[in-house]
């Protein structure tokens, strides 16, 4: 089993930053890919950013691409994701995942756990 936290949510005014954090726990977290998805009020869930377990490998969806940032740190078990230039639509429920893969870390329905979720609210 391993246990995900979020944290580092919070409000903040168009073309702003944040960087959210999630912390692991249980398993080995060095051999787990991590990923970042992200749920908006009346939306689905949807992907934001993967790494892979070296940190060699990262991942992007096109709205976030050249603004968000994932990094990962092994001896701390925690993974970052940075945002910069935030917009009123990245104003979503943001929600760690992990799992071995860092193809099925990519898939919803794929993924193997869950962190509890941390709302970032971007005003306008």
Same mark, same amino acid.
């Given at each position: ?7 580092? &949510?919070?409000?903040? *005014? /168009?073309? %702003?930053?944040? @960087?959210?954090?999630?912390? !692991? ?9 991590? &990923?970042?998805?992200? *749920? /908006?009020? %009346?939306?689905? @869930?949807?992907?934001?950013? !993967? ?74």
């Amino acid at each position: 089993q391993v246990q995900l936290v979020e944290s580092g &949510g919070g409000l903040v *005014q /168009a073309g %702003g930053s944040l @960087r959210l954090s999630c912390a !692991a726990s249980g398993r080995t977290f060095s051999s787990y890919a991590m &990923g970042w998805f992200r *749920q /908006a009020p %009346g939306k689905v @869930r949807e992907f934001v950013s !993967a790494i892979s377990w070296s940190g060699v490998m990262t991942y992007y969806a096109d709205s976030v691409k050249g603004r968000f940032t994932i990094s990962r740190d092994n001896a701390k078990n925690t993974v970052y994701l940075q945002m910069n230039s935030l917009k009123p639509e990245d104003t979503a429920v943001y929600s760690c995942a992990a799992d071995s893969s860092v193809t099925q870390v990519r898939v919803e329905l794929k993924v193997a756990y869950w962190g509890q979720g941390t709302q970032v609210t971007v005003s306008s």
